[in-house]
Structures are given as C-alpha cells and as structure tokens.
C-alpha cells in the first residue's frame, strides 16, 4: 500500500506507520512534537486547533485555507501542503498575523491564540474581505474566554487582505492541483483516494461496505467524539469533475464535493436564499472543509441546506456507471438518515435553477439557541410566486427539524395557492401547518416550540419580503461591541 505524502510547515512527509483515522491534530502533537495547535473541544466547535491547508482549487484561485486538524485525517492531506503556528514567523520577523495579535493586546491565557492567527492568517490573504459581516464569519470558529473579542478584531481587522508578499503567497501563487490517489492501510484501517470516476466505480463495487467521505466535517466525529473504528474510507474528495458551481443551461450546476465556503463565494449575492443560510450555517474552518453533498448526504432533518434548496426547486444529480439521474432534492430524503441513493450510485451534484422573475419572493431562516456555530433548532427555505394580479401561483414551503426528514409543507401550500398575497391569507395558511407536521420534544426545543417557530417564520417570511422579494441578511454583529467613532 502506497504512503501517505504531504508537505508539513515546508517540510516533504513520507508517512507510512500512522493508521487511517488519524486525526492530523494528533499526528502534529504526538508524532511531529508541533504542540503549538491545541486540543480544545475535538469537533471542529472552537478553534484552539486550526492550521492552514492550501487549497489549489479555491475559488477564485489557489488560496491558503484555515480548518479544524481534529477534524482532518491523515490520508485527506495527500499530495497537499500544511502550515501550523510554529512555521509562520520567529521571535524576531513574527509574521503579520502574530504581530498584530501582540499589537492588539488580543492574547492573554494564550491555550487559543495559536488557532486564532491561523484564522487571522487566513484572513491576511483573502482579497473578498469586503463587508463587516466576513470579518465576523472569519473568526466567529474561535473562542476566547480570555481577552474578549474586540482587541482580537481589531487584530484581524488590521492585517486583513493585507496580502503580504512573503513565501506563503508564492507558494498560493504557484500552486497547481494535487493528485490525491493513494490506497493506504495501517493498523486493520483502509483508506482509498481514487481520483476517476472509473475507478471510484470499481472500488463501490468491490467494496460495497466502504463508508465515503469528502470533507469529513461530520464523519469524522465519529471517530474523535463516539470513538469508532472505521474500517474502510473511500474519499471523492479527489474524484475528478465532482467539485465547482457551473453556470449551466437554466441554472447552475453545484458539484457535491465543493465545499461550501467556495459555494457561498460565487452564489451568496445571486441567490440570496443560500446566502442566508451559509452565512450562520457554521464556522470559517467547517465551511472550507465541510461540503454540500456531505450535509446532503448524511440526510440529517436538521440538516441546514435541503430546505433552502428545496425551495429553489433544485435537484439531486446522481451519479453511477451507468450515467447520471436527476430527482427533486424533496424526493432524496426518504426515511431519517435515509436517501434515494442505490447502490453503486454517489451524488455527483446539485442543479439550482435560475430564479423566476420579480414576483418570486424567497428566503431562508435558522433558528437555534446561538447565532453562530449551533445546530438548528427549525430551520426553514420559503418560496412563493406571484402572479400580476399578485395571488400566489407556487408555493414552496420547507422546513427542517419538524419531521424525520427535510419536509415541504403541503397543507399550507395548498391553502396560499391562488390567493392573494396577504397577512390574513398567510396567517390562515400557517395555522396548515399543524397539518403537516407533528414535531418532536428534545433538548433543543418542545413540539410546542417548533410548531409556533415554524409559524412564525412563514409570517415572518411575509412581513420581510413585502418590499424587498428576495432579501439579503442584514449585517448584526453577535461577537463584537461596536462603538461609534466621536
């Protein structure tokens, strides 16, 4: 079995001891000695152990991406280059991200400081940090209970897509696409990277109990936090023609191991509904790893992106030997945990199609117990389409964390077409929804909740899309205190 390569804080790495379902957090501090990224929560929540990976197929170009290593397996890093804190500076040239933090008083007990110039880090190279809002995302996987946050981003604000001209941004520059093909096993664990479609196929069918992964974001938790065994990993992470947003023909075309940070950067602006739910969808670091056919897949019912695309009238694409389907996302989700995947068969993408004129009106909304970094409690993508006479000719109403799967609401959907678009008929169209739901109690919300937010969000959703169709978020800052300038 082949060796894993990589290239650690410029260094070539030739491992050929550690076994598959290493955590790279691990590897770094029990094997490599690099103790400066810290351990804290080991499921990707606050950030003590960020590094950089460079990323060559970022988009808009080669770009370093900050990550959680507790999340990232070894086998994940093949062919890729990886810098933790000990390689940005010295005591005495520190790169612009440390000496920023020690500028800005933004350290104090320091067990999270080394995670936060990771992100910092990141952040001296973007060159789309041009809202208050990205700031806030950039840092918002890192806590501090120490210093408070605002010498923290008063940091990151002074370094911020600084583009300093140093050898990480020669190394962006001339980065090219990595091949990541590599069968591994060590230790009674197995770990396959085919890079083809031809031979991801071959593989599924000779190993049809293999689990696949992509970015590992969930997945792995398994690992760090139920503490399994996972025999036997295929990644498509590396199978060619499976990553990009494609302009297509009606619409675009989603490949299902982009991860979303890539899909937040070239549709957040042009279809506001995904916008929306990205933005609080999770952290910087899970969002660069973390993919949209990983959070389809696992058919979670409170999974954040099925409702805002099946309110988009989006597809599934599924992919085999034998070519490609298509079937409505709503018809993916067929039992809890379950999809309409067969076997042999992957989800190869998503198609989004162009949104309908100026009488769609469109938005998505999560609810959980923080803004940032939770799991939603309800979480919902609304749709509807008007006619010049302005009564409703489509409703699309779906919502997550009311049912076993992601449900679109028929009984209120029913009740809106062909009326007016009003509050009375909303507010009589949302009292259906008991007829469509029956949600469960647990620890992040009573039936009783779910059922009265799912309420009001359609009425909600009315009241924000009377002027504008198909609102953007609004810029509130959570983690920061903002103070006028006299």
């Known amino acids: 079995m082949d060796e894993l390569r990589f290239t650690l804080n410029g260094q070539p790495i030739a491992e050929a001891e550690a076994p598959p379902n290493t955590t790279l957090l691990n590897y770094l501090r029990q094997r490599r000695g690099l103790t400066g990224t810290k351990e804290g929560c080991a499921e990707g ?17 080669p770009a370093w991406r900050a990550v959680n290593s507790c999340l990232l397996l070894l086998p994940m890093l093949q062919g890729k280059q990886v810098v933790t804190v000990e390689a940005l500076g010295s005591s005495g040239e520190p790169h612009p991200a440390q000496a920023s933090m020690a500028k800005h008083l933004g350290s104090q007990c320091g067990y999270c400081t080394p995670g936060i110039v990771m992100s910092i880090f990141e952040a001296c190279y973007r060159r789309d940090l041009d809202a ?51 069968a591994y096993a060590r230790g009674g ?45 295929i990644s498509v992470e590396g199978v060619a023609g499976l990553r990009g947003v494609t302009a297509v023909e009606g619409g675009w075309r989603l490949g299902a191991t982009t991860p979303l940070a890539d899909i937040e950067a070239a549709l957040g602006e042009a279809i506001p509904t995904l916008g929306r739910m990205l933005r609080f969808f999770g952290a910087r670091q899970i969002k660069n790893r973390g993919t949209l056919g990983g959070n389809l897949c696992t058919a979670s019912p409170i999974g954040d992106m099925p409702p805002a695309l099946i309110s988009l009238r989006a597809e599934a694409i599924l992919g085999s030997r034998q070519g490609e389907r298509r079937v409505p996302l709503e018809d993916f989700f067929v039992a809890y945990r379950k999809t309409a995947l067969a076997p042999g068969e992957i989800l190869s993408g998503v198609f989004v199609p162009e949104l309908a004129g100026l009488n769609l009106r469109a938005a998505a909304y999560k ?51 062909g009326q007016p678009w009003t509050r009375e008929a909303v507010e009589a169209a949302a009292q259906r929804l008991d007829a469509d739901f029956a949600p469960l109690s647990d620890h992040r919300g009573s039936a009783w909740y779910r059922a009265t937010v799912a309420r009001n969000l359609l009425l909600g959703f009315y009241l924000e899309t009377e002027r504008t169709p198909r609102p953007h978020l609004p810029y509130r800052p959570t983690a920061t205190v903002q103070i006028p300038t006299p």
């Not at 929540?45 to 170009?61: E, F, Q, R």
């Not at 991801?200 to 139920?226: C, F, M, Y």
């Open 45 to 61: 929540d606050c950030g003590a152990c960020t590094v950089a990976v460079l990323d060559p197929d970022a988009a808009g170009g």
């Open 367 to 417: 609810v959980s117990k923080r803004q940032e970094l939770d799991i939603s409690t309800v979480s919902a993508g609304l749709a509807v389409e008007l006619d010049d006479a302005g009564r409703v000719v489509d409703a699309r109403l779906a919502f997550g964390g009311m049912a076993a799967t992601p449900k679109r609401a028929a009984s209120a959907e029913a009740a809106l077409l």
């Open 132 to 182: 208050p809002w990205k700031l806030d995302d950039q840092l918002c996987g890192n806590l501090c209970r120490c210093t408070g946050y605002r010498p923290i981003r008063e940091a990151a604000e002074a370094v911020a897509g600084s583009c300093p001209v140093d050898r990480f941004q020669g190394e962006a520059a001339e980065a090219t696409p990595v091949d990541m093909a590599l």
């Open 189 to 233: 664990q197995r770990h396959m990277n085919p890079t083809t479609p031809e031979a991801l196929w071959a593989l599924l069918e000779a190993h049809p109990e293999a689990r696949l992964v992509a970015g590992g974001t969930d997945l792995s938790l398994e690992i760090t936090k139920q503490f399994k065994t996972l025999p036997l990993l």
